[in-house]
């Protein structure tokens, strides 16, 4: 079992920067890849971004390239996603996802945080 902890989620002005974290514990060798997803009112869970441990690859959806960054600090288990400026599409609850491959769908990961919130006001 892996369990996953999101955390610094908030309320921010457009344009401001904001960085989330998730910590890892229990059988994270397991999973060598960690995702960030957001799930914004009413729309389905999209992929944001994606790093394997130790930062050998990663990977962004579109609309965040450029304005985010995910690192890994290997020695915490932590990930981290690093928003700046944000907008107001931004807005959704970001969820921390464990997995094994290199992918962008939310089927293939096997372990999820609780989430945490991040709004954007214009």
């Known amino acids: 079992q892996v369990q996953l902890v999101e955390s610094g989620g908030g309320s921010v002005q457009t344009g401001e920067p904001l960085r989330i974290s998730c910590t890892a514990s229990?059988?994270?060798?397991?999973?060598?890849?960690m995702a960030w997803f957001r799930q914004a009112p009413g729309k389905e869970r999209e992929f944001v971004a994606l790093?394997?441990?130790?930062?050998?690859?990663?990977l962004y959806t579109d609309s965040v390239k450029g304005r985010f960054t995910i690192a890994d600090d290997n020695a915490k288990n932590t990930i981290y996603l690093q928003m700046s400026p944000l907008t107001p599409e931004d807005t959704a609850v970001y969820y921390c996802?464990?997995?094994?491959?290199?992918?962008?769908?939310?089927?293939?990961?096997?372990?999820w945080g609780q989430g945490t919130p991040v709004t954007v006001a214009s």
């Open positions: 790093t394997s441990w130790g930062g050998e690859h990663t």
């Open positions: 229990g059988r994270t060798w397991r999973n060598t890849v």
């Open positions: 996802a464990s997995g094994s491959s290199l992918s962008r769908a939310p089927s293939d990961f096997y372990y």
